[in-house]
């Protein structure tokens, strides 16, 4: 029986994506956040995870080298990346690993399951799934036998939100219980100051700022963030501050001069602190066609900066629609802009759904969700 009162320490591998994508976010600050409880943890992955930033006790990070040898098209990063899992495993004596993405992580912690399994150790591992790439790309048969194996074997499996959880169930021959276990956020990092001058720098005349922040993949729908502001500036004056890269965004940026916006439109490209941008804006946008839960729409509540964004997947499960902000359906630009317009020309209105988008993403306060993680830790290794 596990001791629903035990703190006894934890080591335990992470294995992710060390990118600002959302799911390296996450398991990023879920590291550290384990970390400041007094578990060990080691991150095993390509590079620095992008948001570990400075020293944190009790972290550690283990780099996965792929060896660039000619005869190799496609260089094994899954093969070498059980290697390491067995290796970090050996010398630290881990407890257990987290997969963070199915693809490729889950199954290489399985691989390394197996080996250790032979030498007698039973390390087991835990899966979470973030994308709904998942279920676009494990739907694949190239990938899909694999896929489907490496979350059932997995000694527990979780899902960022409901709609991915279904969705994996209905996709894939996946029986087993998947657990729904949301992103979070930390608020210690909403608690800096605002950069007034940043501010008044993209908005000089206090015009309202509507922000992007993506990676700029077709999912994303960027285009229709350009088209919804260039609806919104023919109504009143704004701003539109777009926050990260990917191959959409030079048609974002034809498309805003095409539209006559380009004057009223800023791309950053990828910032180290995006909270620093939510934190001077008046409203997010995030239109896409798929998306698990959204991090970066959290993120926003958490800035108190309301979301007008589609129904995408796990995005009405974080956005409360007509608390938090406003859903529209996936491609209604009109829509996206009448509930941007609805909610800036009213200064009352925009004041109590930031106020309200604030209360909201307590649901999802690192301290709420980071003890489900422990728990189902200590229900695997039986701590
Ligand atoms: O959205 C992306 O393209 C990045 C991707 C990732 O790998 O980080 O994000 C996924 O995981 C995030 C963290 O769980 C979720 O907030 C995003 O909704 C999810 N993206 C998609 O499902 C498209």
């Given at each position: ?21 959302g799911s390296?976010?996450v398991a ?70 987290h997969a963070h993405y199915a693809i490729?992580?889950a ?19 835990i899966t979470t799934l973030h994308g709904t790439d998942i279920t676009?790309?494990g ?8 896929i489907s194996?490496a979350i059932n074997?997995s000694?527990a499996v979780t899902a960022v939100s409901e709609s991915l959880k279904d969705d994996t169930r209905h996709l894939f021959?996946v029986n087993r219980e998947i657990e729904v276990v949301p992103n979070f ?105 798929s998306e698990s839960f959204g991090l ?17 997947g796990g995005?009405?499960e974080v ?50 969700v980071?003890?489900e993680y422990?728990?189902i ?7």
């Amino acid at each position: 029986m596990t001791d629903p009162n035990s703190t006894r320490p934890m080591r335990i591998g992470i294995v992710c994506y060390p990118t600002f994508g959302g799911s390296g976010v996450v398991a990023t600050e879920l590291g550290k956040g384990l970390a400041a409880k007094g578990h060990e943890i080691h991150f095993i992955t390509y590079d620095q995870p992008a948001r570990l930033g400075s020293f944190h006790a009790n972290v550690f990070y283990h780099e996965v080298r792929v060896l660039d040898y000619p005869l190799f098209d496609y260089p094994p990063y899954e093969l070498v990346l059980a290697s390491k899992l067995v290796e970090v495993t050996r010398q630290h004596q881990l407890d257990l690993i987290h997969a963070h993405y199915a693809i490729p992580h889950a199954s290489a912690a399985f691989t390394a399951r197996a080996i250790l399994e032979q030498e007698g150790l039973r390390v087991p591992y835990i899966t979470t799934l973030h994308g709904t790439d998942i279920t676009l790309l494990g739907r694949d048969p190239s990938f899909e036998p694999v896929i489907s194996f490496a979350i059932n074997q997995s000694d527990a499996v979780t899902a960022v939100s409901e709609s991915l959880k279904d969705d994996t169930r209905h996709l894939f021959g996946v029986n087993r219980e998947i657990e729904v276990v949301p992103n979070f956020f930390c608020p210690n990092h909403f608690a800096i100051p605002v950069k007034e001058d940043l501010r008044a720098a993209i908005a000089p005349a206090n015009e309202p700022i509507i922000t992007h922040i993506s990676n700029f993949r077709p999912l994303k729908r960027v285009q229709d963030v350009v088209q919804a502001f260039a609806r919104v500036r023919a109504a009143q004056p704004a701003k539109l501050l777009f926050i990260g890269d990917g191959p959409e965004r030079y048609a974002a940026e034809v498309l805003a001069e095409k539209l006559g916006v380009h004057r009223d439109t800023l791309f950053l490209g990828k910032v180290k602190n995006p909270i620093e941008a939510l934190l001077i804006s008046d409203l997010f946008m995030l239109p896409s066609e798929s998306e698990s839960f959204g991090l970066s729409a959290l993120e926003a509540m958490a800035a108190g900066v309301p979301v007008v964004a589609s129904t995408a997947g796990g995005i009405s499960e974080v956005v409360e629609d007509g608390v938090a902000g406003i859903l529209c359906p996936i491609g209604d630009v009109d829509a996206l802009a009448a509930a941007a317009l609805h909610l800036l020309s009213d200064p009352e209105r925009l004041e109590r759904f930031s106020l309200q988008a604030l209360q909201s993403a307590d649901r999802f306060h690192i301290e709420r969700v980071l003890p489900e993680y422990e728990r189902i830790y200590r229900r695997v290794l039986n701590f």
